[in-house]
């Protein structure tokens, strides 16, 4: 395993994060699929073992049960000071008017959930799951930064927005001294680049992170074209991220994947690990081969004309993810 700064940051992160969506009571929440946690943890002690030190989750996921597990597992089976701790906040929690969104109420309140649920006094980094436009930029900044200062994080993130949202709340932490996001978890892979217009280009001159999420696009680039699978035919958020001319980009990577005789999930992630801005993707495994890919995908060198392959199918797609 390698390991990376997080941006300009001095926090060092393995270039795997492991995704914790997939590890949950699957009757909780709205992921039926998910591992129950006699079937989640040995994927998540496999994790540990292949070097990787980079774990994030959300209070959202499997309704705070993805927390409760992955925070069981990290204690039983590394010791905290070596695990890099990754939630999030925004999405509805509970019935009412403050049961989600970035208010101070409702960030003060599910920090001490999650703490809670993770079983530890605080997180590595606590990112915004996506913007809320209804609490004004500065409420939401001052709310995180005072949490930095409390001690009960250590680093903030954003995910999913549009690049002026982002560069946004950076300006306005900055007009005030407060705390600035590190890091941007966006949506990002061989299918989906629309990324690379505005916001990759702010990270990269900002020195932020990159945590692309579906790195193999709910697994599309993994199998051939119109395959279902059991998350496939439930996925209601995920069935509108991609489109019928994304065939050639997955072929073209089935291709790749059958000259070199390594599996595809390989190949799409190390075209992402190529990437200069990508610090780590966010691999959600299900299968102790998934993880095997996903640590193989590192040592992975894609050639320049291997690399052109995959990227000239690319058709635009709308924006998507947010």
């Known amino acids: 395993m390698e390991y990376v700064k997080l941006g300009t940051t001095g926090l060092d992160v393995s270039r795997i994060c492991l995704g914790c969506m997939t590890y949950g009571v699957p009757d909780r929440g709205t992921h039926e699929w998910t591992l129950d946690e006699d079937a989640s943890r040995p994927l998540i002690r496999q994790a540990l073992e292949a070097g990787v030190t980079f774990f994030d989750t959300a209070n959202v996921y499997s309704d705070g049960t993805s927390e409760e597990i992955v925070g069981r597992a990290l204690r039983d089976f590394a010791r905290r000071d070596d695990v890099v701790l990754a939630t999030k906040v925004h999405g509805r929690m509970r019935p009412g008017p403050n049961g989600a969104g970035l208010s101070r109420k409702a960030i003060m309140t599910e920090i001490d959930h999650s703490l809670r649920r993770l079983g530890t006094d605080y997180v590595d980094l606590y990112q915004i799951h996506r913007w809320d436009p209804h609490t004004p930029v500065e409420e939401t900044m001052e709310a995180l930064h005072d949490l930095v200062k409390a001690g009960k994080v250590r680093y903030i993130g954003a995910s999913s927005m549009y690049a002026w949202q982002f560069s946004k709340a950076q300006y306005t932490?900055?007009?005030?001294?407060?705390?600035?996001?590190?890091?941007?978890?966006?949506?990002?892979?061989?299918?989906?680049?629309?990324?690379?217009?505005?916001?990759?280009?702010?990270?990269?001159?900002?020195?932020?992170?990159?945590?692309?999420?579906s790195p193999l696009a709910r697994g599309r680039l993994t199998r051939d074209w119109g395959t279902v699978t059991g998350r496939s035919t439930t996925d209601a958020f995920g069935?509108?991220?991609?489109?019928?001319?994304?065939?050639?980009?997955?072929?073209?990577?089935?291709?790749?994947?059958?000259?070199?005789?390594?599996?595809?999930?390989?190949?799409?992630?190390?075209?992402?690990?190529?990437?200069?801005?990508?610090?780590?993707?966010?691999?959600?495994?299900?299968?102790?081969?998934?993880?095997?890919?996903?640590?193989?995908?590192?040592?992975?060198?894609?050639?320049?004309?291997?690399?052109?392959?995959?990227?000239?199918?690319?058709?635009?797609?709308?924006?998507?993810?947010?």
Request: hydrophobic fraction near 40%; charged fraction near 25%; proline fraction near 6%.
């Open 173 to 213: 932490a900055e007009r005030h001294g407060w705390t600035t996001f590190v890091s941007m978890q966006n949506h990002y892979n061989l299918l989906y680049r629309e990324e690379e217009r505005e916001m990759l280009p702010l990270c990269a001159d900002q020195g932020v992170g990159v945590l692309p999420w």
């Open 239 to 322: 069935s509108g991220l991609y489109q019928e001319g994304d065939r050639a980009v997955v072929e073209a990577v089935g291709r790749i994947a059958a000259e070199r005789g390594v599996p595809r999930a390989q190949v799409a992630l190390a075209w992402l690990l190529h990437q200069d801005t990508v610090t780590a993707p966010i691999v959600g495994a299900s299968k102790p081969g998934h993880l095997e890919d996903a640590v193989a995908a590192v040592e992975l060198e894609l050639t320049e004309k291997e690399r052109e392959e995959l990227e000239r199918p690319y058709a635009p797609h709308p924006v998507a993810g947010h």
